[in-house]
């Protein structure tokens, strides 16, 4: 972000949501009024591709943790088969439980806090939606697995690995991750950071829109347009086709592009987010 924020010459630099130290991959970069959207950015479905190691946990559940416990050669004896079994069952599970060393807080406090000074933590299992675990590469002799993740916000693929681990019957971790899309957006075309120039990143900026063009959209006259950026509710009546809105958020815009993310509550738009005035 400071590269960014050196490069476009903008206070206002932010993201939506940070990779583990040791990953690599797609981080998505909001400039100027975009930062206010990093919510709604930061809830799309993202791609992962990754390498589980089997015979041993950590205690970050990846690799940049100490062992936990002795380490298990039983997963030897598994075969393909066994292994895309255990995706399985770990795909159709509704809920994770987080690694010790996550951002999950425990009384107001950081989990990884907590577990760094060394004491016990234990988190509640929390709703995730794992709509792909496949498996990608197998090698026998190292005990790796590549998988493809596709899931949820606020789904950790080192949870994944674990689960897959005791799914098996034996013990993993997370060896290697690396973020491949976040919503609409892929990591090929993305802007590397040793390039992140005033030009470079100029040519990679994306419009705002593109931010919220996973949610309902409604397009306002001038007038109720007008009104809206300054704050004034309006009756999704007016204009929502078949004269309402179910609830939640709607991106809404006028002529000239996105002007504000809304709440459609009781058949009244709210401003939520308004990004012109």
């Given at each position: ?75 030897r004896d ?51 939606l794992i ?16 998988v493809i ?129």
């Amino acid at each position: 972000m400071a590269r960014v924020r050196r490069a476009v010459g903008h206070r206002r630099v932010g993201h939506a949501g940070t990779l583990d130290p040791g990953a690599t991959g797609l981080l998505v970069v909001l400039v100027g009024r975009a930062t206010r959207l990093s919510r709604f950015v930061a809830m799309l479905p993202k791609r992962y591709v990754g390498i589980i190691r089997f015979g041993v946990e950590t205690s970050t559940d990846d690799a940049a943790g100490e062992p936990a416990g002795e380490r298990d050669e039983t997963w030897r004896d598994k075969d393909r088969d066994a292994i895309l079994r255990a995706l399985g069952q770990v795909q159709a599970r509704p809920l994770q439980v987080p690694p010790a060393v996550s951002a999950k807080k425990v009384q107001g406090e950081r989990a990884y806090r907590r577990a760094r000074r060394g004491e016990e933590v234990t988190l509640r299992e929390v709703p995730v939606l794992i709509s792909g675990l496949t498996l990608s590469t197998w090698d026998p002799d190292a005990g790796e697995a590549g998988v493809i993740v596709e899931c949820s916000a606020g789904t950790y693929v080192r949870a994944i690995a674990r689960d897959v681990g005791r799914a098996l019957r034996t013990r993993a971790h997370l060896a290697a991750l690396r973020r491949t899309t976040i919503g609409p957006w892929d990591v090929e075309p993305a802007l590397a950071l040793d390039g992140c120039d005033a030009a470079a990143v100029q040519e990679a900026l994306r419009p705002m829109a593109e931010a919220v063009a996973h949610l309902p959209a409604v397009i306002l006259p001038h007038a109720d347009a007008e009104r809206f950026k300054h704050g004034q509710k309006l009756p999704t009546a007016d204009f929502a086709e078949g004269g309402d809105f179910a609830s939640g958020a709607i991106a809404v815009f006028d002529a000239g592009g996105l002007i504000a993310v809304a709440e459609a509550r009781a058949g009244i738009l709210h401003p939520d987010v308004v990004l012109a005035a």
